[in-house]
């Protein structure tokens, strides 16, 4: 099967075909996708700021996080969610859309943003966790997040008034 009949096929299942025609469930998953996303990309945009040393300086970075994960991560799950089910409803015109292919590109580029961070720097965070300034890798991954939070947010945005 190629991808385009793979996109037609989730357009025409029961969940696709009925989120794509209710005049109701498709605003609603759209606008709990939005919340969603204030919740979890909010919530990393004050732990990169925390990583750039320009807000909670005072706080060690590991508190921070610690109180911010239970909202990232719900907020993400529940992102996907609707993401996937938005994406069901519309995976045609999505796929074929190029400001579709750049939001999932910078969302993978945010991943690996997120395992380079976990897989160097942050295991050293115990050296400098209360430093009001991290280390500029730390800078550095804060400041990649941000960019790329809001090109995944501005490439979702202009997908979705042009489509």
Same mark, same amino acid.
């Given at each position: 099967? !190629? %991808? @385009?009949?793979? /996109?037609?096929? &989730?357009?025409?299942? #029961?969940? $696709?075909?009925?989120?794509?025609?209710?005049?109701?469930?498709?605003?609603?998953?759209?606008?709990?996708?939005? @919340?969603?996303?204030?919740?979890?990309?909010?919530?990393?945009?004050?732990? =990169?700021?925390? @990583?750039?040393? *320009?807000?909670?300086?005072? +706080?060690?970075?590991?508190? *921070?996080?610690?109180?911010?994960?239970?909202?990232? &991560? !719900? $907020?993400? %799950?529940?992102?996907?969610?609707?993401?996937?089910?938005?994406?069901?409803? @519309?995976?045609? !015109?999505? /796929?074929?859309?190029?400001?579709?292919?750049?939001?999932?590109?910078?969302?993978?580029? %945010?991943? &690996?943003? *997120?395992?380079?961070?976990?897989?160097?720097? =942050? #295991?050293?965070?115990?050296?400098? =966790?209360?430093?009001?300034?991290?280390?500029?890798?730390? +800078?550095? %991954? $804060?400041?990649?997040?941000?960019?790329?939070?809001?090109?995944?947010?501005?490439? $979702?945005?202009?997908?979705?008034?042009?489509?």
């Amino acid at each position: 099967m !190629s %991808a @385009l009949e793979i /996109c037609r096929w &989730l357009e025409e299942t #029961r969940l $696709g075909s009925g989120l794509a025609g209710s005049a109701y469930m498709f605003p609603l998953v759209e606008g709990i996708h939005v @919340l969603a996303l204030a919740f979890s990309v909010g919530t990393v945009i004050w732990f =990169d700021l925390r @990583l750039l040393g *320009v807000w909670m300086r005072h +706080q060690p970075v590991s508190r *921070v996080f610690s109180s911010l994960k239970p909202w990232m &991560l !719900s $907020g993400f %799950a529940v992102m996907f969610v609707t993401g996937a089910l938005l994406f069901t409803s @519309l995976a045609t !015109s999505a /796929c074929a859309h190029p400001y579709f292919r750049i939001k999932i590109l910078l969302l993978a580029l %945010a991943g &690996l943003n *997120v395992a380079i961070y976990s897989f160097t720097i =942050d #295991r050293r965070r115990y050296q400098w =966790d209360e430093a009001p300034i991290p280390p500029v890798q730390a +800078q550095i %991954a $804060g400041l990649v997040s941000l960019v790329l939070w809001a090109g995944v947010i501005a490439a $979702g945005r202009i997908m979705a008034y042009t489509l």
